[in-house]
């Protein structure tokens, strides 16, 4: 089959001034080549295709020279940034991979999706939306609490000053969020316990690859147990040619796969995290965040229908416990979306 791969690079004018972490949902040149090279194991042809300003116009013009879109395209700009590809593919009558334009939309805004949690009884935070670092604070919600982008992920916006304990505190990280990244503010009840990463993948039924757990053993003492943004090697490179300071280069935690859980929790885990995927209307493949609060109570951070793909991130290592290669995960999510769409082509088989 042509697939035309849409994603977004990372443009160094981005890095020229402003928060490093600006970057954080963008990929580099050399996963992109590493995601070109996996389909093409598949036995693919692949057209790339940056979702820049040229996007539709690039998308129209080939439309009838591929088969289907394989979509990590996080768009650069709108609060339903990550449903634009979708958008224009619909527009345009292309197949393409992954989540549709509300379900990405959804869950790019935190609170949207914590509503639709709450909705079908999912345990997830307490939360609230500011647009103001004066705004009157609900006094429901319980401090400690976790001040962070709303529509964000990669733990952009995140530091350790991002768990406060009063109020003074949390209007102080409020305004400087709102001052630096010009995004509404989420605040939540920060849950203080185990970590885990879910990857979900497939549709009929969605299958549950390997839970990964996150453990801070790099964190200092009396901080948070919180991930902060680590820029990737290459990114690592444009900062010191661009002569910035350099953030943090190492990773504050590390992990186990397959997390050492007892039964019963894991497939709470399981459940909760299939239940997610089909309430928010997810397809082909997303990455959840859970956290185990002291009294066993399992709560839903967040869901990311377009996780980090690069074969050194969660979603691929958890594959590989699976039994899946590399080239093996992506030319299977390809097939969910095949699938999907009810092609007849055949799809060759990659060894895992």
Not at 21 to 50: F, P
Not at 111 to 124: G, Q
Not at 156 to 181: I, N
Request: charged residues 25%; negative net charge; hydrophobic residues 40%.
């Amino acid at each position: 089959m042509k697939i035309g791969l849409v994603y977004n690079l990372i443009p160094e004018t981005l890095l020229k001034e402003g928060p490093i972490d600006s970057i954080a949902e963008l990929d580099t040149s050399e996963t992109i080549t590493l995601l070109r090279k996996a389909l093409e194991a598949g036995g693919h042809q692949v057209v790339l295709i940056e979702a820049n300003g040229e996007i539709f116009s690039r998308l129209k013009s080939i439309k009838d020279k591929i088969d289907i879109v394989f979509n990590i395209a996080e768009g650069l700009v709108g609060e339903i940034r990550e449903s634009q590809v979708p958008i224009l593919c619909e527009a345009l009558n292309i197949p393409y991979t992954g989540s549709g334009p509300l379900t990405l939309g959804l869950c790019l805004n935190k609170a949207r999706a914590k509503e639709v949690m709450n909705y079908h009884h999912i345990l997830t935070p307490k939360f609230q939306v500011i647009t103001s670092a004066h705004a009157p604070i609900d006094k429901k919600l319980h401090y400690p609490l976790i001040v962070k982008l709303n529509e964000e992920g990669s733990s952009k916006g995140l530091a350790y000053d991002s768990v406060v304990y009063d109020e003074p505190a949390l209007r102080k990280k409020a305004s400087y969020l709102l001052q630096t990244y010009r995004e509404k503010i989420l605040i939540e009840e920060y849950i203080n316990g185990r970590e885990f990463t879910v990857p979900v993948f497939g549709n009929d039924p969605p299958i549950v690859l390997p839970i990964i757990e996150i453990i801070y053993d790099k964190v200092p003492p009396n901080l948070p147990q919180i991930s902060l943004f680590v820029p990737d090697d290459p990114v690592l490179e444009i900062i010191e040619r661009l002569h910035r300071p350099i953030p943090n280069t190492e990773l504050n935690h590390s992990t186990i796969c397959p997390a050492e859980l007892e039964t019963k929790l894991e497939r709470k885990i399981q459940r909760t995290a299939i239940k997610a995927y089909q309430a928010l209307g997810c397809r082909d493949w997303c990455r959840m965040e859970f956290r185990l609060d002291q009294q066993g109570g399992l709560y839903l951070l967040e869901l990311n229908p377009i996780a980090g793909i690069d074969p050194s991130y969660h979603f691929p290592h958890s594959a590989r416990v699976y039994g899946l290669s590399y080239e093996a995960l992506i030319n299977r999510i390809l097939e969910y979306a095949i699938t999907r769409y009810r092609f007849h082509t055949p799809v060759r088989s990659v060894p895992q």
